[in-house]
């Protein structure tokens, strides 16, 4: 093989994987098949087989462990990524991804996640691309080809319509063929044609069937499609050992415990499953392990990216996916001229990197954008903070800047394992009170973690506990917290990652260190993940407001930074609402009214509502951007760096607004009633104007766009090119993103109003001019049809819009679509 689906060692026989199969007897080849350990495939020796490692990867590569002290490149999330609309871009933080994993010893990347924004509610937005199933695909596509061209494998999850949290593990998808073909299997579609290797079946089931048995994995993902890599179950998503085995899934994740591991051998030996299936599961696991170099002698991988090098990207992802939503004049600032800045907000000091959930990672070290702005103005301009009210946020865990290690006066706490009498088994000081997966010493009963935390002001202190089971707190000997809590979810996320966290409050003093311990004892099935919190008093509101006020009126520009929450944005969850607390609101509002040139950044992996968008000088909307958060934003607001991204989601003004908004399933249904008119499509369907459309995204110069040109005529299943002339009419380089959409308005089937068809991107200096090349593929003009059971394309003539995004058209034209020659696929 030598196409993107990747090359055989040389050394093995020409078809070398049949002998190995052969060699198996039945026990041997479902060990292959059910996960060693929680990461890790079975190794056999005896044909040359060593294990597989996989690790989650959306955000980074966090490994196989969650330890604060093995630290991980972090990107701007997914959401972050599908704004670039920069697929050269993507292909390059594919390759970092995979020098992270080479790093680690990792060959499996658990992503891209390729499911998409079909409500503005969905928790998991951060992880996610886009609304667009051509833009998501895109993206993906170049996510997918720059990790596996180092020889690490990426992972097309979650197959399919895992779009939404509530329920997730159990809610069944209704959804019509022709919308599941045309907009939620697309994405995948174009993942298998990039030559992904594997493919992630989801927790979810479609039509009645869970996706880890469902006939999809068959046709059209192995037939039509045909991937020839292997189809893993998201982790413990087989619930049964005989109905997955029949159906076309490869690999049961995690190990050693599933009903693979239990009963698929005596289902075969019964003639429930027959043996061929797994043998053909067996040839496909081979298949993965010759391509990331675990079977035979492998060949050395190549190293992974210098530090420097790594960072240096990340910060230039950060400028690249970041959306300048409005823009008064104020954006760039001048860095030689602005005298003094206020940067107002908690989440200046306290940024949100990542969104939650299990794809998080630990980074090395973040720059929060207080931090960027400082180092950007250090020498040329003063730079003032004020916090502002308080969020609601809940308490962050324990760290290095907060809390000692009571045993060695280091930063960090005290992980103790402690028998059922209270005997200390082992302990080691850790550097995060958020220690998902402690090292457990045989015969632990309890969980404790001590600290001597600095309280930096006086008053009552919140301090929580996350975990499941009977927790204390004691704030130097005298219990605040004893209690409980039954774990009643089998989500892993939220039962391993994300448990929730109990709080009480005491009252500190500023400058005498607090003796903090933490109690969990462990229960079966509720995991050992254990979280020590705390967080100051709530300043008070009056007064922190003016303050903030204060400072604005004082400064010659103002950067108000504001965001959601770990209550808002988080897997296991979706979302009820999209505003922002209170206390956001009124501070945006405030310092825009005391300084006319207010900057307001937002914070989020998602939508969010900006009441106040009018009311500010510029909007930039930074999503969760990663390690280099800081870094990358300071380059946009003073003028280093363009803001380079164009929304790959369209935002309402008010949650009331959005046309499609429901993911609560009803008696375990969610219908998919819109169809597939998800995103700009429902926008236009309802003829209502949101906020920002899909494609806005403003630079620091301005555009003018000529005439568009396009094929009069071209053949069904032929791509073509449209070729618009622009010319940069502003006082700077830019970058223009040209976007094409389709419209068919007198079609004999149903359509969207228009569809995001391509797009390119062009450079041109001040006064210069390109011409901007968007090849428009031909799925873009193909229709499933449920009756015949093949794409079909509707002969006639097609409205081509060019413009900035969904709602700014600058220029139409027609081309006409001929039949599908003879010979010739649709």
């Known amino acids: 093989m030598t196409d993107e689906r990747g090359t055989l060692p040389d050394d093995l026989p020409d078809d070398p994987l049949d ?23 079975a190794a056999d020796a005896a044909i040359g087989l060593r294990e597989i490692v996989c690790s989650d990867g959306p955000a980074g590569i966090r490994g196989e462990t969650w330890d604060e002290r093995r630290t991980s490149s972090l990107l701007p999330s997914a959401s972050a990524l599908g704004a670039t609309w920069d697929e050269p871009l993507l292909r390059r933080l594919g390759g970092l991804l995979a020098a992270e994993a080479l790093r680690k010893g990792v060959d499996v990347v658990l992503a891209p996640t390729l499911n998409l924004h079909r409500t503005p509610l969905g928790g998991r937005h951060f992880e996610c691309f886009s609304e667009d199933p051509e833009l998501t695909a895109r993206t993906g596509a170049a996510l997918i080809r720059g990790i596996q061209e180092h020889g690490v494998a990426a992972t097309a999850k979650h197959f399919v319509a895992n779009d939404s949290e509530t329920d997730r593990l159990r809610v069944d998808v209704r959804i019509s063929e022709r919308t599941l073909r045309e907009v939620y299997l697309a994405p995948f579609e174009a993942a298998v044609d990039a030559g992904v290797w594997v493919v992630m079946a989801g927790y979810n089931s479609v039509g009645g069937t869970t996706m880890t048995a469902h006939p999809l994995l068959a046709e059209p993902l192995k037939g039509e499609w045909g991937f020839d890599g292997v189809a893993v179950s998201d982790w413990a998503a087989v619930r049964t050992a005989e109905e997955p085995a029949r159906a076309a899934l490869d690999l049961a994740m995690p190990g050693p415990a599933s009903p693979w591991a239990t009963d698929l051998a005596e289902a075969v030996r019964d003639g429930r499953v027959p043996e061929s299936a797994v043998d053909e599961k067996v040839r496909r696991l081979l298949r993965l392990a010759a391509r990331v170099g675990a079977l035979g002698d492998a060949p050395r991988r190549r190293p992974p990216l210098p530090g420097e090098g790594a960072r240096r990207l990340l910060r230039e992802a950060v400028a690249a996916g970041a959306v300048l939503l409005r823009n008064d004049g104020v954006l760039p600032l001048d860095p030689a001229g602005v005298g003094t800045v206020a940067v107002i907000g908690e989440h200046a000091a306290s940024p949100r990197v990542q969104g939650g959930g299990s794809a998080g990672v630990f980074p090395s070290a973040v720059v929060t954008p207080l931090a960027g702005i400082r180092a950007c103005l250090r020498g040329r301009g003063r730079v003032t903070y004020t916090a502002g009210p308080s969020t609601d946020a809940p308490p962050e865990p324990l760290d290095t800047r907060r809390s000692t290690e009571p045993r060695s006066g280091e930063p960090g706490v005290l992980l103790r394992c402690l028998d059922a009498e209270g005997n200390e088994l082992r302990a080691e000081r850790r550097l995060s009170g958020r220690l998902l997966e402690p090292d457990l010493a045989p015969g632990t009963h309890t969980v404790e973690i001590r600290a001597l935390l600095r309280p930096e002001t006086t008053g009552a202190w919140t301090f929580g506990v996350g975990g499941f089971g009977r927790m204390t707190i004691e704030v130097d000997g005298r219990v605040i917290l004893d209690g409980t809590h039954p774990c009643e979810t089998d989500d892993p996320a939220i039962v391993h990652v994300t448990p929730p966290l109990h709080t009480a409050q005491a009252h500190v003093e500023r400058g005498r260190h607090v003796h903090l311990v933490a109690r969990r004892e462990l229960v079966p099935g509720a995991g050992r993940a254990t979280i020590v919190a705390a967080a100051p008093p709530r300043r008070d509101p009056d007064q922190a407001l003016a ?54 950044v937002v914070n989020s992996g998602g939508p969010v509502e900006l009441p106040w968008r009018d009311e500010v000088a510029a909007v930039l909307l930074g999503w969760f951007p990663g390690q280099e958060a800081g870094a990358g934003l300071a380059d946009v607001l003073f003028g280093r760096r363009e803001p380079g991204g164009r929304l790959p989601t369209t935002w309402a003004a008010r949650l009331a607004e959005a046309p499609v908004t429901r993911t609560r399933p009803v008696d ?159």
């Open 668 to 826: 375990g249904r969610l219908d998919y009633e819109e169809g597939p008119h998800i995103g700009h499509r429902a926008w236009l369907r309802a003829g209502t104007r949101p906020a920002y459309w899909f494609g806005h995204g403003l630079g620091y110069t301005t555009w003018e766009y000529g005439e568009a040109a396009a094929p009069a005529r071209i053949d069904a299943g032929s791509a073509f090119t449209v070729r618009v002339p622009v010319r940069n009419t502003g006082t700077r380089p830019g970058r223009e993103v040209v976007q094409v959409y389709l419209a068919r308005p007198d079609s004999a089937v149903e359509r969207p109003v228009r569809w995001y068809a391509g797009h390119t991107a062009v450079h041109a200096e001040a006064g210069g001019s390109a011409v901007a090349e968007v090849v428009v593929g031909p799925r873009a003009l193909r229709h499933w049809s449920p009756e015949d059971g093949a794409w079909r394309v509707e002969p006639g003539t097609y409205r081509l819009l060019v413009g900035r995004s969904a709602g700014a058209v600058e220029h139409e034209t027609d081309v006409t679509v001929g039949p599908v020659p003879e010979g010739r696929d649709a």
């Open 19 to 41: 002998p190995l199969v052969e060699k198996l007897d039945l026990e041997r080849k479902v060990r292959l098949l059910t996960g060693a350990t929680t990461w890790r495939t």
């Open 547 to 600: 303050e903030a006020v204060a400072a604005a009126r004082a400064a010659d520009a103002v950067i108000v930074v504001v965001g959601t929450t770990e209550h808002d944005e988080t897997e296991g969850y979706d979302r009820t609402e999209l505003s922002l607390d209170d206390a956001q609101n009124d501070l945006v509002r405030a310092v825009a009214a005391a300084n006319p040139r207010t900057v307001a």
